[in-house]
């Protein structure tokens, strides 16, 4: 079955560093990934939509310079959270979707737990 | 604006009992319903995929309806096991595989 790898799980580091999240799919192509936030006892919110060789799409209220995303390959997909406060600390999930078959749900990564000092 | 409603919010039952989850979504032009599970601290584990052409879909243990006129979904699942604890999340997809989530419905199954 279908794959997807995200990593780091889990990320604890000091107000004001940038944190780079990654999410690959691992034996398919993924023209799209979507990165999704989750914060405590709230349900996933869609941040943004990365298309591979194009830029990303964001959702409203989401700042695409604070989160920056890089989808280089059909593969691999990335989320970097530049200078992170407190209030970046959340649960990020990516997921994919096959590049060559419509109609097919979307896999999810495990999630990368942010924790922001 | 689409929105998401999982009812109950959370749910405590004995093992063995059947049980349904319900999703009840406000814009009925979906492309798609999804069921997931999602464990403490994890990502998701997809279990149901409907299609909006389709009224029901069966794995198993589980099975998920889909009534787009009225815009609800249910997740059945029959005899329940302490295995099932974990929060059980709707999402209805839109066009571009935009997913809206509900807040999630937590289970938890009693041995």
């Known amino acids: 079955g279908a794959v997807v790898s995200q990593h780091p799980s889990r990320v604890i580091c000091k107000s004001g560093t940038s944190v780079k999240i990654e999410c690959r799919s691992l034996?398919?192509?993924?023209?799209?990934m979507f990165w999704y936030r989750q914060f405590p006892k709230q349900s996933l919110m869609l941040m943004a939509t990365?298309?591979?060789?194009?830029?990303?799409?964001?959702e409203q209220g989401v700042e695409k310079d604070k989160f920056l995303i890089n989808h280089a390959s059909l593969t691999l997909s990335t989320l970097t959270v530049t200078s992170a406060h407190p209030e970046d600390s959340s649960f990020y999930i990516c997921?994919?979707?096959?590049?060559?078959?419509?109609?097919?749900?979307?896999?999810f990564g495990d999630g990368t737990r942010l924790s922001i000092l | 604006k689409q929105e998401v409603t999982q009812i109950p919010a959370a749910l405590s039952v004995p093992e063995g009992e059947n049980l349904v989850l319900n999703c009840s979504f406000t814009?009925?032009?979906?492309?798609?319903l999804q069921w997931f599970r999602q464990d403490p601290g994890k990502g998701l584990t997809s279990l149901l995929l409907?299609?909006?052409?389709?009224r029901e879909q069966t794995s198993g243990r589980l099975n998920a309806s889909l009534d787009k006129s009225s815009g609800r979904s249910t997740l059945y699942i029959a005899a329940s096991q302490p295995g099932d604890s974990a929060t059980y999340l709707c999402?209805?997809?839109?066009?571009?595989?935009?997913?809206?989530f509900g807040s999630g419905t937590k289970l938890n199954v009693k041995p």
């Open positions: 034996d398919f192509q993924a023209t799209t």
């Open positions: 999402a209805v997809i839109y066009n571009f595989n935009k997913f809206y």
């Open positions: 814009d009925s032009a979906i492309y798609n």
């Open positions: 990365s298309n591979e060789g194009s830029k990303a799409t964001y």
């Open positions: 409907i299609q909006s052409s389709q």
């Open positions: 997921s994919a979707r096959r590049s060559e078959v419509s109609n097919q749900p979307q896999h």
